[in-house]
């Protein structure tokens, strides 16, 4: 499968933002492991490039919020890096010295989002502001404030189009995207099968259709679905992802996030909700 650039709903112009590398800001009390075995150092080797860093989770004013699927910061080797708060895309700018990252010029999308992302994302967006000091665990990144408030990311591998259970959670129009409607947040997901087929939820009935894959567009087959009745804002999505998977569409694969666009520019975009997604930590 051909990979493709990131699908951009509306995003403001990017800004320059983090550096190539963390530098060391510890060391490794002798147990023979070595630094980064089990440490919170961060050595001048371990990469922080090239890595997709899922949010975990932000503790702010001494209050845990579990991140909700899709909150991300990518950094690559030319000193950028793009990420999602949990409903909009972010880019900031950041300066690196030794253990401390300085994020500043934050710019954001401007998509209305439902509680509790809203709060989770008012939360994220507070705690990466400013100087932040990094530290680096078995694969995992913690960023914390002057005020101790902390922002815990992981180290997260791509996910494949096939045996990846993808969860909807966003319809889009053109270059315009919207939240699934309120009340059907994780109701709705797909699962491709290795015997071309798709399955899943559309948000109120099951539904299974024969699919193939070419290149960067496929082509669903018949869909049969359940037949039962919903409630208003249930039915609405089911419609839209049904619209969305008739014939030859074109799909895009950014890491781990799957958007689908039919001829007509209306699609879905959805996120992988493997069990296993966090990456063995580095050696």
């Not at 934050?106 to 939360?123: I, K, N, Y």
């Not at 024969?210 to 869909?223: C, K």
Request: proline fraction near 6%; charged fraction near 20%.
């Amino acid at each position: 499968m051909t990979k493709k650039q990131p699908y951009a709903t509306g995003a403001a112009a990017l800004v320059p933002l983090l550096a190539l590398a963390l530098t060391a800001c510890g060391t490794q009390s002798g147990d023979g492991r070595g630094a980064g075995a089990g440490s919170s150092s961060l050595r001048p080797d371990v990469p922080v490039t090239g890595v997709h860093w899922t949010v975990e989770s932000v503790t702010v004013d001494g209050k845990r919020t579990a991140a909700p699927a899709g909150a991300h910061v990518r950094i690559d080797d030319k000193g950028r890096a793009k990420g999602n708060f949990g409903c909009n895309h972010f880019d900031a700018r950041a300066a690196v010295d030794g253990d401390t990252i300085t994020v500043s010029d934050t710019g954001m999308t401007e998509m209305g989002c439902p509680e509790p992302l809203q709060g989770f994302e008012d939360a994220l967006k507070s705690a990466l502001t400013g100087k932040l000091k990094a530290t680096l665990d078995d694969g995992r990144l913690t960023l914390t404030t002057a005020d101790g408030d902390t922002v815990r990311l992981a180290e997260q591998p791509p996910a494949p189009l096939v045996g990846t259970k993808w969860t909807v959670n966003s319809l889009v129009s053109g270059r315009a995207a919207t939240p699934v409607p309120a009340g059907t947040e994780g109701k709705a997901s797909l699962v491709f099968g290795k015997d071309d087929s798709v399955r899943g939820s559309l948000g109120c009935n099951q539904f299974s259709a024969p699919v193939t894959t070419d290149g960067s567009t496929m082509t669903f087959g018949r869909v049969t679905t359940t037949r039962k009745l919903c409630a208003g804002p249930q039915m609405e999505l089911e419609r839209a992802l049904l619209e969305a998977m008739k014939g030859k569409v074109t799909y895009v694969i950014d890491h781990r996030t799957l958007t689908v666009t039919a001829p007509d520019a209306a699609g879905f975009a959805a996120g992988a909700q493997n069990a296993a997604t966090t990456a063995p930590p580095r050696k």
